[in-house]
């Protein structure tokens, strides 16, 4: 068995709100035609990759997207019922909590909340969550950190699979190119259903 932990980390394939551009924080909408297609994909990329274990948020996009991807998989695909991997739905993955601008399209954040989606979208230093009842960046990083330790306590070697969302990864992957947590750009995430593999190594994360 692979002895080293490494961590392939997928973002949900796209959704209806998505394609809306809507804000869907912690509720949830169904992934498109076009989003299975994409993580078929990206389940294709994967299918010779031993899982060890499973993880997602509790929202119902990654939860579908994971399915996807084991379904997809050689190795799960070979076990009986019983046997297949469990997911297991951690809080700690879940998306930042977008207050008041959940289910809003990024448009009428700026109609209804015209500061606080400018700071949000283009200062973000100045962004301030408590203004629309949301969880802050930072906050929402420590949160996922947590969540993440929480799988490395329990899986200490193997291929894990995550799949969580795009804020949460973007602010991820500042932190371990020593970036704040400000230096968000909502417009630049990772695209829906793609991943990326991190090791850990003397107490940092590593891409591969």
């Known amino acids: 068995m692979n002895n080293k932990l490494k961590l392939y980390i997928v973002r949900?394939?796209?959704?209806?709100?998505?394609?809306?551009?809507?804000f869907q924080g912690q509720l949830n909408s169904p992934l498109t035609p076009e989003g299975i297609k994409k993580v078929k994909e990206t389940a294709k990329e994967l299918?010779?990759?031993?899982?060890?274990?499973?993880?997602?948020?509790?929202?119902?996009?990654?939860?579908?997207?994971?399915?996807?991807?084991?379904e997809n998989n050689k190795y799960e695909q070979e076990k009986t019922s019983d046997q297949k991997l469990k997911l297991q739905k951690l809080p700690e993955l879940n998306e930042i909590h977008f207050g008041e601008w959940q289910g809003l399209t990024f448009k009428e954040t700026f109609v209804k909340y015209p500061k606080e989606a400018h700071n949000y979208f283009y200062d973000v230093k100045n962004y301030n969550a408590k203004n629309i009842k949301g969880e802050e960046l930072k906050d929402g990083l420590e949160?996922?950190?947590?969540?993440?330790?929480?799988?490395?306590?329990?899986?200490?070697?193997g291929n894990i699979l995550i799949v969580t969302h795009g804020t949460v990864l973007e602010l991820f992957f500042n932190y371990i190119q020593n970036?704040?947590?400000?230096?968000?750009?909502?417009?630049k995430l990772i695209g829906n259903g793609q991943y990326k593999i991190f090791t850990f190594e003397n107490e940092k994360y590593i891409a591969l």
């Open 12 to 22: 949900h394939g796209q959704t209806e709100w998505n394609v809306l551009e809507k």
């Open 47 to 70: 299918k010779d990759v031993k899982f060890e274990a499973g993880y997602t948020s509790q929202m119902g996009r990654t939860i579908a997207t994971a399915e996807i991807i084991l």
């Open 143 to 157: 949160r996922f950190l947590k969540g993440l330790e929480k799988i490395r306590e329990e899986q200490k070697s």
């Open 179 to 187: 970036r704040e947590a400000d230096d968000l750009d909502e417009r």
